[in-house]
Structure formats: structure tokens, C-alpha cells
């Protein structure tokens, strides 16, 4: 009979379809199985698209080995070699990369793999095996999952590096200082008592503090 061609699929609008149309919406069905996951290191982003695939990945259209430079290609390839083939043989991962230098673009794609592999098992697998996934990469590194915060520290003014500027003043600053501030009762006996011990006279905001002249001073 003709309906034994055809089979009920769960859709309401489409309650009977022929088996051979069934398996091709299974098949688009399985396709739009896809999740989109972020991978950041400093300014360099890597965004990674899984679908259900036989095992894929490429990188701007380009496969993963010719990821440069070669002494990093293996980052990239240890979300992967965590996992095992069994794991990553079900999905296709398509990644893009843009901003930062070599290095920030390695560790934003190893993110987003493991991210994205991560996202894609929960999504449509199961609970227990995200789970799982996610524990064997935390156990190795961290950074495969949680993005790294640090971000480099902008060069400060007055200074070589991003170190800040010491508050402390030179020898001849204190002096100069000493000297917009002259005591009327301080003699040149005590100015050069200041200037011996500049270092331990300085108060907190870097100015001298006003002193009396030291013991045996011929003023006296």
C-alpha cells in the first residue's frame, strides 16, 4: 500500500513525509546542531563555531597544521589531544582569529576550542559528559575555560617603565625645597645638619621638615 512509504515525523504541520524526506530533515536537523563560543587573551579574540561533524577543524579556512608559528601549533592542538578522538571525531569546528600577536592569538584559540566543545556537549549530548569534559581540561589548565584578566600595564609619565614614579625626592631637591622653606632661626650649621640627613628628615609629602639647629652649634 502507498503509506507504507511514509512515516509520522513529530513536526504537527508535517504528520506524514516519505522516509527518504524523513532522513533528509534528520540530516538538517543534525547540521543545525551548532554552538558559537568566544576565546579571548589580551586584545586577540578567536571565535569557534561546532556543529555535529566526522572530526573537521579549520582555522580562516585553512587546516589546523598550518597554524604558525609551529614551536605553539601544539597549544592549539591540546584541548584535542585531552579529549581524545573519540570525543572530538563527532564535531566539525570552524575558527576564526583576529587582534593581538601570535602568542594571543594561540591562547584564544585553545580557549575557544575547549569552550566550544564544551558548550556544544551540553547542549546536545548530556549533562554527565559536559561535566566530565569540563573537569579533564580544568585539571590541566584553567585557562583553557576561564579567560585570563590580566592586561598590560600602561607606561606612567616621569618614569622609563610602567613602574610609578618614586615620591621621594633627590638630595637636590630636598635642598632646593630647604631652601624655599629657610627658617629665620635656623643657621648654615643646621642647613648642612638638613643636608646630611635629608634621607631621615623628610616627611611623608616629600618635604623637609624645619629642624633646630643640631647640639653643639656655635649659635647657640
Keep these: ?42 586584545t586577540a579574540v578567536a571565535v569557534a563555531l561546532v556543529r555535529t561533524g566526522s572530526g573537521q577543524a579549520r582555522l580562516n579556512g585553512c587546516p589546523l597544521h598550518t597554524v604558525k608559528p609551529d614551536i605553539l601549533r601544539v597549544k592549539v592542538y591540546e584541548p584535542l589531544l585531552l579529549l581524545g578522538k573519540d570525543r572530538c571525531s563527532k564535531v566539525d569546528i570552524r575558527l576564526r582569529v583576529k587582534g593581538g600577536g601570535f602568542t594571543s592569538q594561540v591562547y584564544a584559540l585553545r580557549q575557544a576550542i575547549a569552550k566550544g566543545i564544551v558548550a556544544y556537549y551540553q547542549k546536545f549530548i548530556d549533562e554527565a559528559s559536559k561535566k566530565e569534559i569540563k573537569d579533564i581540561l580544568m585539571a590541566y589548565d584553567r585557562s583553557l575555560i576561564v579567560a585570563d584578566p590580566r592586561r598590560c600595564e600602561p607606561k606612567k609619565f616621569g618614569g622609563r617603565s610602567a613602574a610609578r614614579a618614586s615620591r621621594s625626592p633627590t638630595v637636590e631637591q630636598a635642598m632646593a625645597m630647604a631652601g624655599q622653606r629657610r627658617h629665620a632661626g635656623i643657621c648654615a650649621a643646621a642647613y648642612e645638619y638638613v643636608y646630611l640627613r635629608v634621607r631621615d628628615v623628610c616627611d611623608s609629602s616629600g618635604d623637609v621638615a624645619v629642624v633646630g639647629c643640631p647640639a653643639g652649634c656655635p649659635c647657640d
Design 1 to 42: 500500500f502507498w503509506l507504507k512509504g511514509f512515516v509520522q515525523t513529530s513536526h504537527p504541520r508535517n504528520k506524514y513525509l516519505p522516509s527518504s524526506a524523513a532522513g533528509a530533515m534528520a540530516e538538517v536537523n543534525k547540521s543545525s546542531e551548532k554552538v558559537q563560543c568566544f576565546g579571548r587573551k589580551k
